[in-house]
């Protein structure tokens, strides 16, 4: 990642910020350090997230990178505009008492779609530095104990689990999203980023994370 005058720079630190918000906020909800009654303002926050990580992921395939792009395309989809519009849906619908309540169910269905490709790809991290693909397997830990929770498969008490590791990943991310600002901006590195389980050929510049 470098300060480039005649092209895009990496969007990927402002989507990792939007990542921290929701895994701390998930964190939150997920270990009961907030009540049902924060859900319309979590939904508000994750369509916040939402706007920025579209971009990201736009910018990013726009640049040719096909993993973080199309991760950041289906996270600002699913995980963030889904998810926000959904928490408004069950927050009115138990607030208003509907007729034919809702089955969750069916979420745990798509979350399983979303676990198992974000699983599948998560190898492909490996090449990047080690603190993303620790990112990437924390949220790993997390979405599919979330599909599993919402299918009834796991009992609630391995909510707290999710959240905890959702909580992990936020710090991570903050600290990279920093890492690659600081080290682009002063040119060498002023927070260390640690070495890729998969070495590249060539050695990838001072603060490239391989742009998420």
């Known amino acids: ?24 906020t998930f964190f939150a909800l997920l270990s009961g350090k907030v ?5 319309p303002l979590l939904g508000c926050w994750l369509i916040g997230g939402f706007v ?3 971009i990201v992921g736009a910018i990013e395939l726009k ?3 096909i993993l973080g792009g199309n991760v950041f395309l289906y996270f600002s989809a699913f ?7 959904e928490f408004f849906v069950k927050y009115f619908a138990a607030a208003q008492q509907w007729s034919i309540p809702l089955d969750t169910r ?13 699983v599948m790809w998560t190898p492909a991290y490996f090449k990047g530095t ?11 830990i997390a979405v599919v104990q979330v599909a599993f929770l919402d299918l009834g498969v796991l009992s609630p008490a391995f909510k707290p689990v999710a959240g905890y590791a959702l909580l992990f990943a936020g710090i991570l991310a903050m600290y990279l999203s920093a890492a690659l600002i600081l080290n682009t901006t002063y040119g060498k590195t002023i927070l260390p980023l640690t070495k890729p389980w998969i070495k590249e050929n060539a050695p990838a510049p001072v603060g490239n994370a391989k742009k998420m």
């Open 35 to 39: 009540t049902a009654g924060a859900m």
């Open 52 to 54: 920025t990580q579209v």
């Open 63 to 65: 640049e040719g990178q």
């Open 130 to 140: 080690s603190i993303l693909a620790m990112i990437v397997i924390l949220v790993d």
């Open 106 to 118: 069916i979420d745990g269905w798509a979350w399983l779609v979303l676990a198992f490709c974000l």
């Open 79 to 85: 995980f963030m505009l889904v998810g926000g519009l």
């Open 1 to 24: 990642m470098s300060n480039n005058n005649g092209g895009w720079a990496n969007p990927s630190p402002a989507g990792l910020v939007a990542l921290g918000v929701a895994c701390f």
